[in-house]
């Protein structure tokens, strides 16, 4: 944040320069100098997911220290979990309640809310993630959702790539 504060700043100078010196060199290598500060930014934590034969974004994620395949679902407003994942991830399933209307590519369903102490994606971690977990057989593949994803700094997917970017 303070950098974006400095290069605001050196924005600020540089037309002040302008202004006051009507000095082309000057004014260049203010703009110059404007220029560095861009490219020297702090890196962001990124990972790079490639496209499957099917045309998704699958991953390994880490879910409280459990090793979980996940598919990337933009549609999806939350992180939603099978019954299978939640427990190998050791969450609390007896005391769940399903009283949350869902749509799944099988139809129809409940699920329940809870809160993921962890999780991560290569180098990107969140913490207390919202998610929902779907009860036994009625989903095959975990969905990493909105509830993950408006965590990060940015997403975009370039050709057979998505990038995830975090912040630094």
């Known amino acids: 944040m303070s950098r974006v504060l400095l290069v605001l700043l050196m924005l600020a100078a540089t037309a002040g320069a302008v202004v006051a010196y009507k000095d082309p060199e000057q004014v260049a290598r203010a703009s110059d100098t404007v220029a560095d500060m861009l490219r020297k930014r702090a ?4 990972v790079q997911i490639a496209r499957g034969q ?3 974004f699958a991953l390994k994620a880490r879910i409280n220290g459990v090793t979980a395949p ?3 679902d933009t549609g999806a407003t939350s992180v939603v979990l099978t019954y299978e994942t939640a427990k190998a991830a050791g969450l609390p399933l007896e005391l769940l309640e399903y009283d949350v209307d869902v ?3 099988g139809g129809h369903t409940k699920a329940a809310r809870l809160t993921l102490d962890r ?3 290569g180098k990107l971690v969140e913490r207390s993630v919202p998610a929902l ?3 036994h057989g009625q989903m095959k593949t975990n969905l990493l959702g909105m ?3 408006d965590r990060l700094e940015s997403w975009e997917v370039h050709a057979d790539r998505l990038m995830l970017h975090g912040y630094p």
């Not at 890196?43 to 990124?46: D, E, F, K």
């Open 119 to 121: 999780l991560a994606i």
């Open 147 to 149: 509830s993950f994803l």
């Open 70 to 72: 996940m598919v990337i």
């Open 54 to 56: 099917g045309g998704e």
């Open 103 to 105: 749509e799944t590519a």
């Open 43 to 46: 890196p962001t934590r990124g």
């Open 133 to 135: 977990v779907v009860p």
